[in-house]
């Protein structure tokens, strides 16, 4: 089992930053893809960035957001700058189980998910 708890959400205003954090325990390896999705009231949950042996971004995030990993801490780290309005949700960290090279995008694709913390951004 994977235990993923994300933290670092908060309000802030548009054209703001804020960094997440999720720290993995468990029986997690650095070789395990990982992922942020977030969901807002009444939507799918939506792919927002994903890391394995390479980085992936959700076309409406690129520029934006940076995704990355501390592999010694078992860390995995958001970076969201420019914030917009409509970036306002709950964002998850998740986490395959096995080692994977390419980061997926759909939910589907990974096996473990953390809580989830509030992003709110306002205009």
């Known amino acids: 089992q994977v235990q993923l708890v994300e933290s670092g959400g908060g309000l802030v205003q548009a054209g703001g930053s804020l960094r997440l954090s999720c720290a993995a325990s468990?029986?997690?390896?650095?070789?395990?893809?990982m992922a942020w999705f977030r969901q807002a009231p009444g939507k799918e949950r939506e792919f927002v960035a994903g890391?394995?042996?390479?980085?992936i971004y959700a076309d409406s995030v690129k520029g934006r957001f940076t995704i990355s990993r501390d592999n010694a801490k078992n860390m995995l780290y958001l970076q969201m700058n420019s914030l917009k309005p409509e970036d306002t949700a709950v964002y998850y960290c998740?986490?395959?189980?096995?080692?994977?090279?390419?980061?997926?995008?759909?939910?589907?694709?990974?096996?473990?998910w953390g809580q989830g913390t509030q992003v709110t951004v306002s205009s």
């Open positions: 890391i394995g042996l390479m980085t």
């Open positions: 468990g029986r997690f390896f650095s070789s395990y893809c």
């Open positions: 998740a986490s395959t189980g096995q080692s994977i090279a390419a980061p997926g995008r759909r939910p589907g694709d990974y096996d473990y």
